[in-house]
C-alpha cells in the first residue's frame, strides 16, 4: 500500500485543492482529488501518524498495561489503550452552553482511527421525511441518486454484511457476513415469529471479514480503537492516504491549525485558508482553487463562523443564516439486558468486531406511532457472561470453589437504541465571543439538547425492547431508560445542510455552497436530518460524488 511522508509546500504555497481535515471524508476527498491528477493539500491540525509504526498499544495484552486497562478516569483521552488518538478536553477546551460530549482525534487519520465502523445506507424513507413531516427543508436528493456512490464506497473500503431485502437499510456490496452467535440466533428466529416485520442481522462493518484489496482480514482480537497493524479495518492511515500518496499528487502538513478561509470579495470565490503551525506559531497562507472542507461538523461549522467578511457577517456563505445551526447526533442511553436459558454447551471464538443490527421499524408503514415522528434502530450482542460475574464469591476453596471460577456463566443479550434526532434550529454551534484558545482562535461554544419527539421515542423504546426480548424467551430482563450528553454518539452533524433554496440551505446537492462556489462541505456538516443508520457510510458515499462533480465542473472552467 506504500507508506506517505510529511512534505514541504514550498515557496509557492499553490495548489489545485486543498482539504481540510484527514480523517475518514478528508482522507477519501484527498484520494479521489489526487487520483484524477489535482495537486492537493491535505492540512491535519494533530500529529502524524503513521500506519502501523504509530499504533503503540495494538500488540500489547491486558496484563501489559499499568493497571491492567482500567482507568481512574472517566476522560477518554486517558484510556490506557486508546487514548492517545483522543483529544483531551482539558488540553482543547470548547464551551457548553447546554451539555455536549465532543470526541475529536487531533492525528493524521482522525477519528477514521477510532470509529465504529457501521456501514449503513441510508434510504427514501430518511431523504424524503423532512418533506413528508413538514420539517426543516427538503434534502435536495433522493435514494437512486446516491446508490451508485455507496456501492462504490462499499466496493473500494470493504463491508462485510448480510443481505436483507429490507428497504429501510438498502442492500449493499458486501464481504461474506460475520456469524452470530447462538443466543443472537435464538434472538433472530423468535422475532421472525413474533415480529416478522423487524429484521434482526449481524452489523454491516467496515471490518474485513477475508483478506480485501491487499488488506486483512479482521483477526477478532476487536482492538480496532488501538490502530489496526493488519489493516483489517478502513482507516485513512491504512487505505486513503498511502493511495493518495502513491499518486504524487498529495502533500499532507500535520500539526497544522486551519484558523479561517480567505474570501477575494471580486470573483466571490475562496482563495486559500489561514493556518497557524501548532510547533512554530506561525501563521501562513495555503491557496488553491478548490476547497473542501471536512473537519468535522463542529469545526468545519467553527471554521466558516471564524472566516466572517463584510459581505458574509455571520459567517462565511451564510446567507441562509443557517450555518452553525441544526446540530444533531442520534440519541442512546435507553435498552435492556436479559438472560437465556441453556446453550451452556456452547462458546464463541475471539471477540467478534461488531454485534446485531435491528432496523428502524416504527413509523415505516407498520407499527405507527402518533406520539412521535421517526424511528431508531436497534443495535446489541449476546455474550457468555464472565467466570468474575457469575461467581459471585470474594474467596473459596475446593474443587467446587475451582470448577466455578473456570466456567462462564449463562449466556445474555443485550440490545440498545439509536434514535433519530430532528434538525432543531436551536441546537448550535457558535463561537465564544469572550474566550479563546492558545492560538487565539475563539472558543467553539456548543449548545444541543433533546425535545418532546426524542422523549417521546425514548419512552417507546423502554417499552418495545423489554417487549422484544420477553417475546424471544429471555429472562431476567433488566432494562434501563434514560439519554446520554448530546454528542456520545459521535455522529455530530446538520451544521451546514443542503438544500433546494439557498434561502434556507448552505449547500447545494452536490455539496457545494451556495454562496461561495469552490467550498464543497462533506463531512457531517452536510446533512439535512440525521436518520437513524450510522451516518460515516452515507458521509463518504457524497465525499465521492462530490469530487465527481466538483473536477468536472473545474474542467467545464465553471469553477
Same mark, same amino acid.
Request: glycine residues 10%; positive net charge.
Given at each position: 500500500?506504500?507508506?506517505?511522508?510529511i512534505?514541504?509546500?514550498?515557496?509557492?504555497?499553490?495548489?489545485?485543492?486543498?482539504?481540510?481535515?484527514?480523517?475518514?471524508?478528508?482522507?477519501?476527498?484527498?484520494?479521489?482529488?489526487?487520483?484524477?491528477?489535482?495537486?492537493?493539500?491535505?492540512?491535519?491540525?494533530?500529529?502524524?501518524?503513521?500506519?502501523?509504526?504509530?499504533?503503540?498499544?495494538?500488540?500489547?495484552?491486558?496484563?501489559?498495561?499499568?493497571?491492567?486497562? $482500567?482507568?481512574?478516569?472517566g476522560?477518554?483521552?486517558?484510556?490506557?489503550?486508546?487514548?492517545?488518538?483522543?483529544?483531551?478536553?482539558?488540553?482543547?477546551?470548547?464551551?457548553?452552553?447546554?451539555?455536549?460530549?465532543?470526541?475529536?482525534?487531533?492525528?493524521?487519520?482522525g477519528?477514521?482511527?477510532?470509529w465504529?465502523?457501521?456501514?449503513?445506507?441510508?434510504?427514501?424513507?430518511?431523504?424524503?421525511?423532512?418533506?413528508?413531516?413538514?420539517?426543516?427543508?427538503?434534502?435536495?436528493?433522493?435514494?437512486?441518486?446516491i446508490?451508485?456512490?455507496?456501492?462504490?464506497?462499499?466496493?473500494?473500503?470493504?463491508?462485510?454484511?448480510?443481505?436483507?431485502?429490507?428497504?429501510?437499510?438498502?442492500?449493499?456490496?458486501?464481504?461474506?457476513?460475520?456469524?452470530?452467535?447462538?443466543?443472537?440466533?435464538?434472538?433472530?428466529?423468535?422475532?421472525?415469529?413474533?415480529?416478522?416485520?423487524?429484521?434482526?442481522?449481524?452489523?454491516?462493518?467496515?471490518?474485513?471479514?477475508?483478506?480485501?484489496?491487499?488488506?486483512?482480514?479482521?483477526?477478532?482480537?476487536?482492538?480496532?480503537?488501538?490502530?489496526?497493524?493488519?489493516?483489517?479495518?478502513?482507516?485513512?492511515?491504512?487505505?486513503?492516504l498511502?493511495?493518495?500518496?502513491?499518486?504524487?499528487?498529495?502533500?499532507?502538513?500535520?500539526?497544522?491549525?486551519?484558523?479561517?478561509?480567505?474570501?477575494?470579495?471580486?470573483?466571490?470565490?475562496? +482563495?486559500?485558508?489561514?493556518?497557524?503551525?501548532?510547533?512554530?506559531?506561525?501563521?501562513?497562507?495555503?491557496?488553491?482553487?478548490?476547497?473542501?472542507?471536512?473537519?468535522?461538523?463542529?469545526?468545519?461549522? &467553527?471554521?466558516?463562523?471564524?472566516?466572517?467578511?463584510?459581505?458574509?457577517?455571520?459567517?462565511?456563505?451564510?446567507?441562509?443564516?443557517?450555518?452553525?445551526?441544526?446540530?444533531?447526533?442520534?440519541?442512546?442511553g435507553?435498552? &435492556?439486558?436479559?438472560?437465556?436459558?441453556?446453550?451452556?454447551?456452547?462458546?464463541?471464538?475471539?471477540?467478534?468486531?461488531?454485534?446485531?443490527?435491528?432496523?428502524?421499524?416504527?413509523?415505516?408503514g407498520?407499527?405507527?406511532?402518533?406520539?412521535?415522528?421517526?424511528g431508531?434502530?436497534?443495535?446489541?450482542?449476546?455474550?457468555?457472561?464472565?467466570?468474575?460475574?457469575?461467581?459471585?464469591?470474594?474467596?473459596?476453596?475446593?474443587?467446587?470453589?475451582?470448577?466455578?471460577?473456570? $466456567?462462564?456463566?449463562?449466556?445474555?443479550?443485550w440490545?440498545?437504541?439509536?434514535?433519530?434526532?430532528?434538525?432543531?434550529?436551536?441546537?448550535?454551534?457558535?463561537?465564544?465571543?469572550?474566550?479563546?484558545?492558545?492560538?487565539?482562535?475563539?472558543?467553539?461554544?456548543?449548545?444541543?439538547?433533546?425535545?418532546?419527539?426524542?422523549?417521546s421515542?425514548?419512552?417507546?423504546?423502554?417499552? +418495545?425492547?423489554?417487549?422484544m426480548?420477553?417475546?424471544?424467551?429471555?429472562?431476567?430482563?433488566?432494562?434501563?431508560?434514560?439519554?446520554?450528553?448530546?454528542?456520545?454518539?459521535?455522529?455530530?452533524?446538520?451544521?451546514?445542510?443542503?438544500?433546494?433554496?439557498?434561502?434556507?440551505?448552505?449547500?447545494?446537492?452536490?455539496?457545494?455552497?451556495?454562496?461561495?462556489?469552490?467550498?464543497?462541505?462533506?463531512?457531517?456538516?452536510?446533512?439535512?436530518?440525521?436518520?437513524? &443508520?450510522?451516518?460515516?457510510? +452515507?458521509?463518504?458515499?457524497?465525499?465521492?460524488?462530490?469530487?465527481?462533480?466538483?473536477?468536472?465542473?473545474?474542467?467545464?472552467?465553471?469553477?
Open positions: 500500500m506504500g507508506t506517505f511522508n512534505n514541504g509546500v514550498g515557496k509557492a504555497n499553490y495548489f489545485d485543492a486543498i482539504v481540510v481535515g484527514s480523517g475518514i471524508t478528508g482522507g477519501l476527498a484527498a484520494k479521489e482529488l489526487c487520483a484524477r491528477g489535482l495537486k492537493t493539500l491535505v492540512l491535519e491540525r494533530g500529529r502524524n501518524v503513521e500506519h502501523i509504526k504509530d499504533y503503540p498499544t495494538a500488540m500489547m495484552e491486558p496484563w501489559e498495561f499499568e493497571f491492567r486497562l $482500567k482507568s481512574t478516569s476522560d477518554v483521552s486517558s484510556q490506557p489503550d486508546c487514548g492517545h488518538f483522543f483529544a483531551s478536553k482539558k488540553e482543547y477546551p470548547y464551551t457548553e452552553e447546554k451539555p455536549f460530549n465532543w470526541y475529536r482525534g487531533y492525528q493524521v487519520g477519528r477514521s482511527l477510532t465504529g465502523r457501521q456501514c449503513l445506507r441510508m434510504s427514501d424513507l430518511d431523504f424524503e421525511a423532512n418533506l413528508k413531516d413538514g420539517v426543516a427543508t427538503d434534502w435536495p436528493v433522493r435514494y437512486a441518486e446508490a451508485p456512490w455507496y456501492d462504490y464506497v462499499e466496493s473500494y473500503i470493504g463491508v462485510s454484511g448480510n443481505r436483507e431485502s429490507n428497504r429501510v437499510i438498502p442492500d449493499g456490496a458486501f464481504l461474506p457476513p460475520m456469524e452470530m452467535n447462538c443466543a443472537e440466533t435464538v434472538f433472530k428466529d423468535q422475532m421472525k415469529g413474533h415480529f416478522p416485520e423487524r429484521t434482526v442481522t449481524i452489523g454491516r462493518v467496515a471490518n474485513l471479514s477475508r483478506g480485501w484489496d491487499g488488506r486483512g482480514p479482521c483477526m477478532f482480537r476487536n482492538r480496532c480503537n488501538r490502530g489496526c497493524p493488519f489493516g483489517g479495518y478502513f482507516s485513512s492511515n491504512g487505505v486513503t498511502p493511495a493518495a500518496a502513491l499518486t504524487g499528487n498529495m502533500t499532507l502538513l500535520s500539526d497544522t491549525i486551519v484558523s479561517k478561509v480567505i474570501f477575494d470579495r471580486k470573483t466571490r470565490k475562496a +482563495t486559500g485558508v489561514e493556518v497557524i503551525h501548532v510547533k512554530t506559531g506561525e501563521a501562513v497562507s495555503y491557496f488553491a482553487k478548490l476547497i473542501f472542507l471536512n473537519a468535522s461538523a463542529i469545526a468545519t461549522a &467553527a471554521i466558516l463562523l471564524n472566516s466572517s467578511t463584510s459581505e458574509f457577517p455571520n459567517g462565511l456563505g451564510n446567507s441562509s443564516n443557517q450555518l452553525g445551526h441544526n446540530l444533531m447526533d442520534h440519541f442512546t435507553t435498552g &435492556a439486558e436479559a438472560e437465556l436459558d441453556g446453550y451452556l454447551d456452547k462458546y464463541y471464538s475471539g471477540r467478534r468486531p461488531c454485534g446485531i443490527y435491528v432496523p428502524r421499524f416504527r413509523n415505516t407498520n407499527n405507527e406511532r402518533n406520539e412521535f415522528i421517526r431508531y434502530g436497534l443495535q446489541g450482542n449476546g455474550r457468555r457472561t464472565s467466570f468474575e460475574e457469575n461467581s459471585n464469591m470474594l474467596s473459596g476453596f475446593g474443587i467446587a470453589f475451582k470448577d466455578k471460577v473456570l $466456567k462462564p456463566g449463562p449466556w445474555k443479550l440490545l440498545g437504541a439509536w434514535g433519530e434526532t430532528l434538525p432543531y434550529y436551536s441546537n448550535t454551534v457558535k463561537l465564544d465571543s469572550e474566550k479563546k484558545d492558545k492560538w487565539g482562535i475563539p472558543l467553539t461554544r456548543i449548545s444541543m439538547e433533546y425535545h418532546q419527539n426524542e422523549r421515542m425514548q419512552a417507546d423504546i423502554q417499552v +418495545t425492547i423489554a417487549e426480548l420477553d417475546k424471544s424467551g429471555f429472562r431476567n430482563i433488566n432494562s434501563y431508560a434514560g439519554f446520554q450528553t448530546p454528542g456520545s454518539s459521535v455522529h455530530e452533524m446538520g451544521t451546514a445542510r443542503m438544500g433546494r433554496d439557498p434561502r434556507t440551505s448552505v449547500l447545494n446537492k452536490f455539496n457545494q455552497m451556495h454562496d461561495v462556489k469552490n467550498i464543497f462541505i462533506t463531512d457531517g456538516s452536510f446533512m439535512t436530518s440525521s436518520g437513524t &443508520a450510522n451516518p460515516s457510510l +452515507t458521509y463518504m458515499a457524497f465525499t465521492v460524488r462530490a469530487v465527481d462533480y466538483a473536477v468536472r465542473q473545474i474542467k467545464k472552467g465553471n469553477l
